[in-house]
DNA sequence: ATTTGCCTAACGAACGTTAGTTTGTAGTCT
DNA sequence: AGACTACAAACTAACGTTCGTTAGGCAAAT
């Protein structure tokens, strides 16, 4: 990728976060650019071509991660913790892509949204599998698995609609005080 | 509204939900109800029209029951059950409407846009109030209100991408579930 | 007689994309 | 040093399609 394309495909994704992917023409596009839309295919071979590259780079990012704490010998709260820290140093450091992939990934087409919803999958799977070692550990709730996982995800995933880089919180204190709460919820534990 | 209208309003929703709004065409909608287009502005003024009144029908169901929930003298913990049976009693009740609602709300222009975050704020507000209530109280743990109330909401809104009405679970089971993990966390109590 | 619900036909605008060309720049050979 | 080649990145012009919407009319129900 030379750096040419990196720096549209970084224009692309601020429009095509504040506005949608169905939302935004290739012309919103090229016009924050300051060059003519038919410019745009010297770099990428279609639209959509844009929404896939930015969220399978995103997804890799999630795998990546995941893979790397899978095989860390922490017990599951651990675990837990450093995927929620990941998750949101992710999210935080990559907003706009982030909130294209959270949102948009539904308008890729054939193939691509197989793949997708595949590696999803996979890393929900990695998120499931520390729940559910936490439950065989006798230090989690039993609990529904899948409610579970999909209960931590969204809380998580939340956080790309109100974070503020310039706010007083970064990354990794948004992830403590979200692991808190995930862990030990609104009530009081009784000492 | 006739029972024509309220016919085709449900049969746009049906579609507006799995393609999105932007991705929609008004040819779309017609198509699904075997009718020209043109013939839907019989009974919308615009595409937009369908939008608006989707998003804030929603918003008034919503409004109605923290209204109603604020003015009960129960503690926090009972209110905040209590919110949450009632979101996810309108969510599943209304899934089509309630996906287009938490969805497509940005694709509303003008002055619907702004009465609609409005709208939304003032809800949040309920549900903020009733976790403040639970501090003051001393019985939830002292947080960042605002993180919470995002972190609750954002839990509770996620159903709508998993719920089955199928499913073995229905709204209230789901509703319990809910509540029990955003109020006790994952991690067992020390009893 | 009026209204309701739909039709046909068409409008202008915007859509994603293609073809073919121009421009500037960097490297290579005489 | 100057000429030649190669390539990247942009351009102009236009394509066929689809978009939301309007005008005007027609048939059935009230």
Redesign the interface.
């Known amino acids: 990728m030379t750096e040419r394309k990196r720096q549209i495909l970084q224009s692309a994704q601020a429009i095509l976060k504040k506005k949608?992917y169905?939302?935004t023409s290739v012309r919103d596009i090229a016009k924050s650019l300051e060059i003519e839309p038919a410019s745009l295919y010297s770099h990428f071979s279609s639209k959509e071509d844009i929404l896939k590259l930015t969220c399978f780079d995103m997804a890799s990012k999630f795998d990546e991660a995941i893979q790397e704490i899978n095989t860390l010998y922490f017990d599951a709260?651990q675990q837990?913790r450093m995927a929620i820290r990941e998750h949101v140093q992710i999210l935080t450091s990559h907003l706009d892509s982030a909130i294209i992939f959270l949102?948009d990934w539904?308008?890729l087409t054939g193939e691509s949204h197989l793949k997708f919803v595949e590696k999803r999958n996979s890393y929900e799977n990695g998120i499931r599998k520390i729940?559910q070692t936490?439950i065989d550990e006798?230090?989690?709730?039993e609990?529904?698995i899948?409610?579970?996982t999909?209960?931590v995800?969204?809380?998580v995933?939340?956080?790309v609609?109100?974070y503020n880089p310039n706010g007083k919180?970064n990354a990794t204190q948004i992830a403590e005080?979200?692991s808190?709460?995930?862990?030990?919820?609104?009530?009081?534990?009784?000492?």
């Open positions: 949608g169905a939302a709260e837990l949102r539904r308008n729940i936490g006798g230090r989690f709730n609990s529904d899948k409610f579970a999909l209960t995800l969204s809380s995933n939340w956080i609609e109100w919180l005080k979200l808190n709460f995930i862990l030990s919820g609104l009530i009081k534990n009784k000492l």
